[in-house]
């Protein structure tokens, strides 16, 4: 089992930076693909970015791309997500989610993962 503990939201303003951070336990997490998740009041939830675990360049929703960076730190046994350039679209609770069924065609779907965090709100005014 994977616990996973999302943490750092808040609210800020538009134009502002928050970072996210994903710390995992019960089991290392560096064989499995990390992904950052969101979903706002009345929406579905989207896929914002995934960390594979062969170290390969981060993917990204296209939504984010340019503002959004995803890191992992394998000696921490955590995830982040720094996000910059918010925008009120953003607001969104964001969760960390682990897995290891997922390939780069099937990454962005949120049913290839196996753990989540409880998620962390953060909410962008204008």
């Known amino acids: 089992q994977v616990q996973l503990v999302d943490s750092g939201g808040g609210s800020v303003q538009a134009g502002g930076s928050l970072r996210l951070s994903c710390a995992a336990s019960?089991?290392?997490?560096?064989?499995?693909?990390m992904g950052w998740f969101r979903q706002a009041p009345g929406k579905e939830r989207e896929f914002v970015a995934a960390?594979?675990?062969?170290?390969?360049?981060?993917y990204y929703a296209d939504s984010v791309k340019g503002r959004f960076t995803a890191s992992r730190d394998n000696a921490k046994n955590a995830v982040y997500l720094q996000m910059n350039s918010l925008k009120p679209e953003d607001t969104a609770a964001y969760h960390c989610?682990?897995?290891?069924?997922?390939?780069?065609?099937?990454?962005?779907?949120?049913?290839?993962?196996?753990?989540w965090g409880q998620g962390t709100q953060v909410t962008v005014s204008s």
């Open positions: 989610a682990a897995g290891r069924r997922t390939s780069p065609s099937s990454l962005r779907l949120s049913a290839m993962y196996d753990y």
């Open positions: 019960g089991r290392t997490v560096s064989s499995y693909t």
């Open positions: 960390l594979t675990w062969s170290g390969e360049m981060p």
